[in-house]
């Protein structure tokens, strides 16, 4: 995979782990999706562009119950919770400071968390 420049914009291929557009170009901001499963999240790392939205989405099917914490994150960031929920839900929240946010679930905190970094384009 490379990075094609296209008059002075950086257009970079789907693939993950691609540094975000370099120049000045302004990254777009990414819709992603996390699953939550007993007891994880998939994926456990996630790194995208800022403006970021993610869903997390409980499985359709009746299971354990779980939660999404922003345990810590970026200075300046609001900590938020999800609500407590077994499945048929799910919780979006838009990432607009640069940094790296620790979530986890507080039902399941040893074992259930992940890390999402939003770089700083
Ligand atoms: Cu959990």
């Known amino acids: 995979m490379r990075t094609v420049l296209v008059a002075g914009l950086a257009v970079a291929t789907a693939a993950a782990g ?5 120049g000045g170009a302004k ?4 819709k992603k999706t996390v699953k939550i499963a007993d007891n ?3 994926p456990t790392k996630l790194t995208v562009n800022r403006g970021s939205t993610i869903t997390w989405k409980w499985p359709d099917v009746t299971g ?10 970026p200075k300046g ?5 999800s609500e407590t929920a077994g499945s048929f839900y799910s919780y979006k929240r838009k990432l607009t400071t640069p ?4 979530i986890i679930c507080t039902l399941h ?5 992940m890390t ?6």
């Open 99 to 102: 940094g790296v946010y620790k």
């Open 109 to 113: 905190e040893q074992e259930m968390k």
């Open 116 to 121: 999402i970094t939003v770089r700083k384009k």
């Open 77 to 81: 960031v609001k900590k938020f919770q």
């Open 40 to 42: 994880y999240y998939s």
């Open 18 to 22: 691609i540094p975000a557009a370099a």
């Open 27 to 30: 990254a777009k901001p990414q």
């Open 64 to 73: 354990d119950t779980h939660d999404v914490l922003l345990d810590k994150g």
